[in-house]
């Protein structure tokens, strides 16, 4: 282990995955790092100030130390490294002299000594850690308002908003140079769909009349039901109708009415009522036929006897029958 | 009930280690020694051999339950790199994640919990004598109090 070759060093590691607090504070874990480095580098040069440190001495090295830069307090150096969410701090020293301080060593006098200096030093500032850290944290979260990330948050938004926006008003108006207009929704209404479909012949074009009719009737009802209203009202403020009276009654009545209907009854009364009309279309039809009928047959008389004189026609003469003449057979050749 | 001893602990635990005790059990004119030791550390007529010791470096407790946690440097020696390195593994073998051993001591019964390498091993030379040696460190947990 020669001198030079290698490092002796402290290693502190804090981990901060808490986005929350990255964000609202984003240098406070390089801070605390540092402020506890602080401390471990002064308490360990401290330890191993010119004058102080352990009687014997590993004297392979020298070990004299003035302070300058040669000596092993002026080699303790501290560094930190920020890895993202990991920031890690380190108190190192490239001094021989100092690594075996801190491991130890057997002297010549067969004692074995050692003289931890860097350990303690980074032991005794982490105690420090939960308070610089939360000072820290704390001013610089201050200082960083809720307001502001609530800001770059909307902004954020509001950016991304911007964005979309110019790209659809960029597609509309691409659309705009290369398409033409279309029609309207509302001129499209007053095109019938009737209008397009083939009709036959006899039906009109258009919407069906009943519709019309149906909303005109409604419109005649509501008014009929109004002007009786207004006449039930006239009559009750002059004293001639009580119209709380004239519901109950309609209530009543209709209440008694729709008790007293029986189905079984009127289905049956329904039964004779349709039979008693059926037998009546149907006399009515044959009388109307029988009647039909024989004014068709004395027509037919009438017109016989003026159209057909009773005149007899003479007899055709006898004709004598021509005897049927055999045609010859030809030969085959 | 009585406050444990770390170091007396951790000797203890390691002296029964068969496999540990009789890598470094030397002959020494005749006789032989069991070369662990505690605190202090290394003794005065020491010669080189196989041989480890340690030293405590301390450690914090439990807040809440009587549990300390302290952590022991180890100092393995041998007369050469690969003897240092051969006490190192009986070492590790015996105590990186030994847990939960109930050993008495003097008629008080001690809890050991959990053991763990911390760092290490590293090879060294001791710089006056210039002897092999490798280095390592471990924590150890026990229950502060004899049961």
Request: glycine content about 6%; hydrophobic content about 35%; charged content about 30%.
């Amino acid at each position: 282990m020669a001198d030079k070759l290698f490092r002796f060093s402290a290693t502190l590691q804090i981990n901060s995955r808490a986005k929350g607090f990255v964000k609202k504070a984003p240098g406070a874990t390089e801070e605390s790092m540092r402020r506890v480095l602080k401390y471990a580098k002064k308490d360990a040069q401290d330890r191993v100030a010119p004058g102080k440190g352990p009687g014997p001495h590993p004297h392979n090295w020298p070990h004299v130390d003035k302070g300058d830069k040669d000596g092993l307090m002026t080699s303790v150096k501290d560094a930190i490294w920020l890895q993202g969410f990991l920031t890690e701090g380190t108190i190192y020293t490239d001094s021989a002299y100092g690594t075996y301080l801190e491991v130890g060593w057997r002297t010549k006098a067969k004692n074995f000594y050692r003289y931890p200096w860097l350990k303690p030093a980074f032991l005794g500032a982490l105690k420090y850690l939960p308070k610089l850290a939360a000072e820290t944290f704390r001013s610089q979260m201050q200082n960083f308002p809720e307001d502001e990330i609530v800001k770059d948050a909307q902004l954020e938004s509001w950016a991304g908003a911007a964005e979309r926006w110019a790209k659809d008003m960029k597609a509309l108006e691409a659309q705009a140079k290369t398409k033409q207009p279309e029609i309207p929704p509302a001129y499209k209404s007053h095109i019938s769909p009737h209008a397009r479909r083939p009709l036959a012949k006899g039906i009109p074009r258009g919407r069906p009349k009943e519709n019309i009719d149906l909303g005109l009737e409604m419109k005649l009802d509501r008014e009929r039901v109004g002007r009786e209203r207004k006449h039930e009202a006239e009559a009750e403020r002059a004293g001639k109708l009580d119209i709380k009276a004239l519901r109950r009654t309609r209530r009543s009545s209709e209440a008694e009415r729709r008790s007293e209907i029986d189905p079984i009854k009127a289905t049956q009364q329904y039964e004779r009522e349709r039979e008693r009309m059926q037998s009546i279309r149907d006399k009515r039809r044959k009388a109307t036929h029988e009647a039909q009928d024989q004014a068709i047959q004395a027509a037919n008389a009438k017109l016989k006897k003026a159209t057909q004189p009773n005149i007899k026609a003479p007899k055709a003469p006898k004709v004598p029958k021509v005897p049927s003449v055999k045609r010859p057979r030809k030969k085959k050749s | 009930m009585s406050q444990v001893d770390s170091a007396k602990l951790l000797y203890a635990i390691l002296a029964t280690d068969a496999s540990l005790v009789a890598e470094v059990t030397n002959v020494v004119d005749g006789s032989s020694v069991l070369d662990l030791y505690g605190p202090p550390g290394m003794p005065i007529d020491f010669h080189i051999r196989k041989m480890f010791f340690f030293l405590g470096d301390g450690g914090p407790g439990d807040e809440e339950l009587p549990i300390a946690r302290e952590s022991f440097s180890f100092f393995c020696y041998g007369d050469n790199s690969a003897e240092a390195r051969s006490v190192y593994r009986k070492l590790r073998t015996a105590l990186h994640r030994k847990a939960h051993t109930r050993i008495t001591i003097d008629g008080e019964v001690h809890q050991f919990q959990w053991s763990q390498l911390l760092s290490g091993p590293q090879d060294d030379t001791d710089p006056v004598e210039g002897w092999n040696r490798v280095l390592c460190s471990f924590l150890v947990s026990f229950i502060e109090i004899t049961l």
